[in-house]
């Protein structure tokens, strides 16, 4: 079974439109692992616009489950998850200013950068993964890097899935071959849905982790969390 890591990003954007602390990101968070979550993914951005620098030091304290931290490796970001110590770190190349995430990285580019961050990450004794698109060059430089692991853009599968699942999906039955032959292990993220999710599992039985945010808070709005949470469980099965 995949496991399911939670992306509580948009429960800190709904209580930083107000001020104050309704929902409380944390509790939710303790929910989660309450309900079934594997996992909390958290992505700070310098402003802060949504997960706070001291929520992240706060889960840290409170999680019994996996912590997942995503984010650019400034100098400022590498100062925060080496002293938090997460289990996994996932270097996302966006710039600070970015809506969300929109592609995965040139990593033949940014090998030296890579080989770097993931050493000081291995060498704290953080799990690493590196975002990446379904290239194959692109996943064999981010194996020279050192990675753990890479996780797999999946905003090209989702939008095309609707159109002929199994040509959404081969492209990353392709990149998850080639990764698990390199020995890297296998996670997947952006625009999974309860539509998309198992067909993405069943074709790629060996995914280690995915990481949701976006639909799954959505669907909580009408299905409350832990049976939104259940549900994308499933699919994971
Ligand atoms: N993985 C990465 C690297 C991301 O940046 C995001 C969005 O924050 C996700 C996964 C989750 O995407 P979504 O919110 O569309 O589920």
Same mark, same amino acid.
């Given at each position: 079974?995949?496991?399911?890591?939670?992306?509580?990003?948009?429960?800190?954007?709904?209580? +930083?439109?107000?001020?104050? +602390?309704?929902?409380? *990101?944390? /509790?939710?968070?303790?929910? !989660?692992? &309450?309900?079934?979550?594997?996992?909390? $993914?958290?992505? %700070?951005?310098?402003?802060?616009?949504?997960?706070?620098?001291?929520?992240?030091? =706060?889960?840290?304290?409170?999680?019994?489950?996996?912590?997942?931290?995503?984010?650019?490796?400034?100098?400022?970001?590498?100062?925060?998850?080496?002293?938090?110590?997460?289990?996994?770190? $996932?270097?996302? #190349?966006? #710039? #600070?200013?970015?809506?969300?995430?929109?592609?995965?990285?040139?990593? @033949?580019?940014?090998?030296?950068?890579?080989?770097?961050?993931?050493?000081?990450? $291995? =060498?704290?004794?953080?799990?690493?993964?590196?975002?990446?698109?379904?290239?194959?060059?692109?996943?064999?430089?981010?194996?020279?890097?050192?990675?753990?692991?890479?996780?797999?853009?999946?905003? %090209?599968?989702?939008?095309?899935?609707?159109?002929? %699942?199994?040509?959404?999906?081969? %492209?990353? *039955?392709?990149?998850? @071959?080639?990764?698990?032959?390199?020995?890297?292990?296998?996670?997947?993220?952006?625009?999974?849905?309860?539509?998309?999710?198992?067909?993405?599992? /069943?074709?790629?039985?060996?995914?280690?982790?995915?990481?949701?945010?976006?639909?799954? &808070?959505?669907?909580?709005?009408?299905?409350?969390?832990?049976?939104?949470?259940?549900?994308? @469980?499933? !699919?994971?099965?």
């Amino acid at each position: 079974m995949a496991k399911l890591s939670v992306n509580i990003n948009k429960v800190a954007t709904l209580r +930083n439109s107000r001020g104050g +602390n309704i929902p409380d *990101v944390i /509790q939710v968070a303790k929910d !989660c692992e &309450i309900f079934g979550a594997d996992g909390i $993914t958290v992505h %700070p951005r310098p402003d802060e616009r949504h997960i706070r620098y001291d929520d992240v030091y =706060e889960l840290k304290s409170e999680l019994k489950v996996e912590f997942n931290i995503e984010g650019y490796p400034s100098s400022g970001f590498m100062d925060l998850v080496l002293k938090v110590r997460p289990h996994q770190v $996932t270097l996302v #190349p966006d #710039p #600070p200013e970015a809506l969300t995430s929109s592609a995965g990285w040139d990593t @033949k580019q940014n090998v030296g950068f890579l080989t770097d961050i993931v050493g000081v990450l $291995t =060498e704290a004794g953080i799990r690493s993964s590196i975002f990446v698109g379904t290239d194959l060059e692109v996943i064999e430089y981010a194996a020279k890097t050192g990675t753990d692991r890479v996780e797999l853009y999946t905003e %090209p599968y989702a939008s095309s899935y609707s159109i002929v %699942p199994a040509v959404a999906v081969a %492209p990353f *039955v392709e990149a998850g @071959k080639f990764a698990r032959e390199l020995g890297l292990g296998l996670n997947a993220g952006h625009d999974l849905n309860l539509n998309n999710l198992a067909y993405f599992k /069943q074709n790629i039985p060996w995914l280690d982790e995915v990481s949701i945010g976006h639909a799954l &808070i959505s669907d909580a709005l009408y299905m409350g969390l832990q049976k939104t949470i259940e549900a994308y @469980k499933k !699919c994971l099965i």
